[in-house]
């Protein structure tokens, strides 16, 4: 299963430029809608990006599907696509789309590919910036810039939990969890700063900004492609009980770092018994 990863690309920032770009802080009123609530919005660029991806990507795999974020949205049953051995494409349009419709820059527009409940290849575009972040199966992790030119990423070195900077996602933690939870984190790290898009903390860490990142609630839309560009940079991914990360499985949280030794100081030193939070708790070793 050989992909284009440039064309992807190019298709990506095509759809950009055609739906996103120009309502960035132009949205109407009546472009902007609801979904569970008044954090969880849809814009017409999201629809409108969707609708113009689905197709293309589709054509450039014969016998591919596509499950994207706002199809999910309308049909649920789509997400059970994922865990088939066809391949499938995993779309976010707009990723930070609360951002976005505020007029904020950190948005980005996510693809990935998968295939037997992996992820075999990824892109995360920045479009405001014109850098594209991708990643192949055993291929590394790069970015190429609105220029073509390609640097090849590695993962942030590691380094103790208090020199820490990164993502801490306390939204769908359990109420009787959050609080301690959001001590102990302040405590262990240096900072642990939201930015309201995955795909851009995934950058951060991809760029060595940011060390770490941990979410409990994991779409694939917004991990799919993250994961799979984290890895090949060289860092270490996992779920909260040490799992590998399998797509298909939208509990059980996600935790992030540059190596597997700082991946379990996190663990055990910042989740505890948290860890078991939407899955099962496996300590190292047992």
Same mark, same amino acid.
């Given at each position: 299963?050989?992909? %284009?990863?440039? /064309?992807?690309?190019?298709?990506?920032?095509?759809?950009?430029?055609? =739906? &996103?770009? #120009?309502?960035?802080?132009? *949205?109407?009123?009546?472009?902007?809608?609801?979904?569970?609530?008044?954090?969880?919005?849809?814009?017409?660029?999201?629809?409108?990006?969707?609708?113009?991806?689905?197709?293309?990507?589709?054509?450039?795999?014969?016998?591919?599907?596509?499950?994207?974020?706002?199809?999910?949205?309308? %049909?649920?049953? /789509?997400?059970?696509?994922?865990?088939?051995?066809?391949?499938?494409? =995993? &779309?976010? #349009?707009?990723?930070?789309? *609360?951002?976005?419709?505020?007029?904020?820059?950190?948005?980005?527009?996510?693809?990935?590919?998968?295939?037997?409940?992996?992820?075999?290849?990824?892109?995360?575009?920045?479009?405001?910036?014109?850098?594209?972040?991708?990643?192949?199966?055993?291929?590394?992790?790069?970015?190429?810039?609105?220029?073509?030119?390609?640097?090849?990423?590695?993962?942030?070195?590691?380094?103790?939990?208090?020199?820490?900077?990164?993502?801490?996602?306390?939204?769908?933690?359990?109420?009787?969890?959050?609080?301690?939870?959001?001590?102990?984190?302040?405590?262990?790290?240096?900072?642990?700063?939201?930015?309201?898009?995955?795909?851009?903390?995934?950058?951060?860490?991809?760029?060595?900004?940011?060390?770490?990142?941990?979410?409990?609630?994991?779409?694939?839309?917004?991990?799919?492609?993250?994961?799979?560009?984290?890895?090949?940079?060289?860092?270490?991914?996992?779920?909260?009980?040490?799992?590998?990360?399998?797509?298909?499985?939208?509990?059980?949280?996600?935790?992030?770092?540059?190596?597997?030794?700082?991946?379990?100081?996190?663990?055990?030193?910042v989740l505890g018994e948290a860890a078991s939070l939407g899955a099962v708790y496996t300590k190292r070793g047992s």
């Open positions: 299963m050989k992909i %284009d990863l440039e /064309r992807v690309g190019n298709h990506m920032q095509e759809t950009a430029e055609a =739906v &996103i770009l #120009p309502r960035f802080q132009a *949205l109407g009123d009546d472009q902007v809608q609801q979904k569970t609530g008044p954090k969880d919005l849809v814009t017409i660029a999201d629809l409108e990006a969707e609708a113009l991806l689905t197709p293309i990507l589709e054509d450039l795999l014969p016998g591919s599907k596509v499950v994207g974020e706002e199809a999910c949205s309308a %049909d649920p049953k /789509r997400l059970q696509l994922m865990a088939g051995d066809d391949p499938v494409w =995993v &779309i976010d #349009p707009v990723d930070g789309t *609360l951002n976005f419709a505020r007029g904020k820059e950190n948005f980005c527009s996510m693809v990935a590919l998968i295939s037997g409940d992996h992820v075999r290849a990824a892109w995360i575009l920045d479009p405001l910036k014109k850098q594209l972040f991708v990643a192949e199966e055993g291929g590394g992790a790069w970015r190429w810039d609105g220029d073509g030119n390609g640097q090849r990423l590695q993962a942030a070195s590691a380094r103790p939990l208090a020199d820490m900077d990164g993502a801490f996602n306390f939204r769908f933690v359990p109420d009787d969890w959050r609080c301690a939870l959001r001590e102990r984190a302040t405590a262990a790290f240096k900072s642990h700063n939201r930015l309201g898009c995955g795909g851009q903390e995934y950058i951060r860490m991809l760029m060595g900004v940011y060390q770490f990142a941990v979410y409990t609630i994991n779409m694939p839309w917004d991990h799919c492609p993250g994961t799979l560009l984290h890895r090949e940079s060289g860092g270490h991914v996992g779920r909260f009980d040490g799992r590998a990360y399998r797509p298909s499985e939208i509990i059980g949280g996600l935790l992030m770092a540059p190596d597997e030794t700082s991946w379990w100081q996190i663990q055990e030193q």
